[in-house]
């Protein structure tokens, strides 16, 4: 069993589904998840002793890249921790017809990287209406799954 962290960063409720439909798969895959809006974290909840940190954020802005508000915090520590021999997935939702696709993703994704992380994953962007995407959350959640059984 591994002890798996999501946290998420949702403003119209988008991004909190998809996280809870992750939650969801892999508690009935049997692996331990401590799930958290990101408002309620600070940015060394992702260095604890999780096998793995699901984190979760939408995107917003015009003309370029904007977090979900409540992430921002969190963002911006990311790089002043040290997340070695810390795997992390990324995933959020977002809409293709902007100029930055789910950029918020991109951005949190690389800056784990920047802090020593290993992406455990491809990051899973959701393009509209999640519930409508289902099967892709599913499928995303069942290949971690896999991936933590291995
Ligand atoms: C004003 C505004 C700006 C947005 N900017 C972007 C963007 O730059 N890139 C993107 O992929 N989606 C963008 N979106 C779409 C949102 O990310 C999308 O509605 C998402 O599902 C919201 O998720 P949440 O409910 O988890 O916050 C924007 C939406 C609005 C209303």
Same mark, same amino acid.
């Given at each position: 069993? $591994?002890?798996?962290? %999501?946290t998420?960063?949702?403003?119209?409720? !988008?991004t $909190?589904?998809?996280?809870?439909?992750?939650?969801? +798969? #892999?508690?009935?895959?049997?692996?331990?998840?401590? =799930?958290?809006?990101?408002?309620? =974290? !600070?940015?060394?909840?992702?260095?604890? +002793?999780?096998?793995?940190?699901c #984190?979760?954020?939408?995107?917003? @802005?015009?003309?370029?890249?904007?977090?979900q508000d409540?992430?921002?915090?969190?963002f911006?520590?990311?790089?002043?921790?040290d997340?070695?021999?810390k795997?992390? $997935?990324?995933? @959020?939702?977002?809409?293709?017809?902007y100029?930055?696709?789910c @950029?918020?993703?991109? $951005?949190?994704?690389?800056s784990?990287? !920047?802090?020593?992380?290993? =992406?455990?994953?491809?990051?899973?962007k %959701?393009d @509209?209406?999640?519930?409508?995407?289902?099967?892709? %959350?599913?499928?995303?959640?069942?290949d971690?799954?896999?991936k933590? !059984?291995?």
């Amino acid at each position: 069993m $591994a002890s798996v962290f %999501i946290t998420y960063g949702s403003t119209t409720g !988008n991004t $909190a589904y998809v996280a809870e439909s992750i939650q969801r +798969t #892999l508690e009935q895959s049997g692996h331990q998840v401590t =799930i958290k809006d990101v408002a309620d =974290i !600070n940015v060394t909840d992702l260095t604890k +002793t999780y096998d793995l940190c699901c #984190l979760g954020c939408s995107t917003w @802005g015009d003309d370029e890249i904007e977090l979900q508000d409540d992430f921002i915090p969190v963002f911006e520590e990311i790089e002043h921790v040290d997340l070695s021999r810390k795997k992390i $997935a990324c995933f @959020g939702c977002g809409d293709s017809s902007y100029e930055y696709y789910c @950029g918020a993703v991109d $951005a949190i994704e690389e800056s784990c990287k !920047n802090a020593g992380a290993s =992406i455990f994953t491809d990051s899973l962007k %959701i393009d @509209g209406d999640p519930k409508a995407e289902q099967a892709d %959350i599913d499928a995303w959640a069942q290949d971690l799954v896999a991936k933590l !059984n291995a």
